[in-house]
């Protein structure tokens, strides 16, 4: 019982253990035992997830991470699963999906990204390269989405059973404005801004499932939105609401905004920036470009006195050089989105009935 | 643009709506369209999800939940996915598994609960009425825990992928004691406390698969174990670590500490309780006790003059009054588990290899 060892010498060789891990990964592919929590799950984790997103939360690999307080501000959380097939595709994968995922839903609503949280369910069988890259991808997702990976867990399920890898990823985040944002807000007359070019995720996915004779260059536009809301919430005092159109795309955001603010959303066809190779790929598929995912656009409501430094903020940024005054809000019809057609017709913009695209994200 | 409606007419248009849902629920099984953003996953989120679930945090269904500052203390984030097989088991089933381990890792860092986001994966085909049954039961026991899900995802996956149903829970804590908990603070003539039997959990599903030619009454012991870890901290200012058996059992647990703090941990395998129906089940498996996942157990390890306040106050819990020690911590040889059997032998007990017990959790 001769202990003298202090609490820091045990952190120490907690860490040098970090550094040379006792449990090496010799398999080339996940097998069940990597799911049981003894050795090779062990291996997994700290010659591979730990590894790759290693830092100093992560690390100690405790039943939880262990936060700095938050103060003051509100928190913001927010979940998302991924389930996107296939998990490699032109402009991404699965893994920076999950993270930008999470970022962007606290982006929506003006919140800082500091932690998240991620959940691996795994398939026997799936190749240990595979996964290397998309926990890599993981990792510089969140470097450039300035979050911290904090928490985590694997599972492993029998071979067919997760179609290579699922992800959940859990973002917290805090609120440092005061404004209020959401439907609410929203009010006849407010604009209609979106940050750039529609469909682009979606159609990418399309394109690499491949089956279509189409040679079109297309990629997803995955990407972190925060900086681009933090920019528009600088330039307006007037932003309503934000919105990320992923699932469902452009047209089944701009509905639920429409019912929760029981108002009217008028959008301008032309004014809508679609890339031609999607405009092509989407009449090829019978698809209105409205309805598929972005992984890398916001909307975002904004009072009419503010329409022109909105689109300013967010032409300033890379992400946003395309982006448009796509429509404005009237009080009538409440709860439809209608188009006002390149033609100039109307048709009413409806909810997405059915799913096109399964497992786009 | 006359419209005169304040902010509270709107908020209040969003409440009426979300107890009279403008979407109803008419499918008896789940279809891609319901993970597809669209009509058919808003009316799942409205008439099953928020409607069980439902909180005024989760109600607004906006990109992610706003909570109320935490104020100075430090957080706590964890995450669990649960892909447990079959989704139905005596004592529980993969809601209230979901829900409590989320918990039961903020509890072992004596974090209090807060808040959970969960992440559904289902599976083309899913009954309704499963789903149903599951979402009540995650719901009953947040309420039993007392935490609020904040926060959620739903994605649908073809038939065959994701066998039933898939949950990811993270959870959100503070922790409001000021102590140092973990492997660091280990020290040598330290106890080990067990709260109470081991392997019922994994046996339960063990039975609970069939092809077993056996008539044992055995329950999964899934339970919050929050309480219990308050006791703890309240009897013993001297807790060094606590943590929830759960894969891997007893046995992987004392490992990861032994090897942690770089000391020999000795169990006592007459002093650990083990119901007869479980050891009945494990011999006939060839699988020993302590490698059986446990869902409402912990382990503590405590200085040794407060062995007996820690034990009186896990046994003055309903879940806890089979607790004992049933071991101690020694200088030597660091990083090993050591087993004293029933006949006066010793064994090492070695971190588990291989899965005997798949998808246990």
């Known amino acids: 019982m001769g202990d003298t060892r202090t609490e820091d010498d045990v952190l120490a060789a907690i860490e040098r253990r970090r550094r040379r891990p006792h449990f090496k990964l010799m398999d080339e592919h996940i097998t069940l035992s990597h799911g049981a929590g003894g050795k090779a799950s062990r291996a997994l984790l700290e010659a591979l997830i730990v590894r790759e997103l290693g830092n100093p939360v992560l690390a100690p690999l405790g039943d939880h991470a262990q936060l700095p307080p938050a103060g003051d501000l509100p928190l913001a959380l927010t979940t998302d699963a991924s389930v996107v097939a296939p998990i490699f595709f032109p402009g991404g994968d699965i893994g920076e999906l999950a993270v930008n995922g999470a970022v962007n839903d606290l982006a929506m609503g003006g919140a800082r990204p500091l932690y998240l949280s991620t959940s691996l369910i795994l398939e026997e069988g799936l190749a ?70 529609v469909g682009d995720h979606g159609m990418a996915i399309m394109l690499a499932r491949g ?20 920019l528009l919430l600088t330039a307006s ?22 019912l929760a603010a029981e108002v009217a959303i008028v959008l301008d066809e032309l004014s809508v920036p679609v890339r031609p190779e999607v405009t092509g790929a ?15 656009k916001l909307i975002a409501i904004v009072a009419p006195e503010d329409e022109q430094a909105a689109l300013a903020a967010l032409q300033s940024h ?44």
């Open 128 to 197: 240990v390269a595979d996964l290397r890259r998309v926990v890599q991808s993981m990792a510089a997702a969140a470097r450039a989405a300035g979050v911290v990976i904090a928490a985590g867990d694997t599972k492993v399920v029998e071979r067919g059973k997760a179609d290579g890898l699922y992800i959940t990823t859990t973002g917290v985040g805090v609120i440092e404005h005061g404004r209020r944002l959401g439907p609410a807000q929203i009010r006849p007359g407010d604009r209609v801004l979106l940050s750039g070019t």
């Open 211 to 230: 089956g279509l004779e189409l040679e079109a260059a297309l990629e997803s536009d995955t990407a972190p939105l925060h900086e681009l809301a933090q």
């Open 237 to 258: 005092e007037h932003v309503r609401c934000m919105r990320d159109p992923t699932r469902g795309g452009v047209a089944t955001v701009l509905n639920e905004l429409a």
């Open 282 to 296: 989407c009449e090829l598929l019978g698809i209105d470009p409205l309805y598929v995912a972005n992984e890398g």
């Open 318 to 361: 890379p992400l946003g050089t395309s982006a448009a005054v796509v429509g404005e809000v009237r009080a009538e019809p409440p709860g439809m989105v209608v188009l006002e057609t390149a033609f100039g017709g109307t048709r009413v913009v409806d909810m997405l009935a059915g799913d096109p695209l399964p497992r786009i994200c």
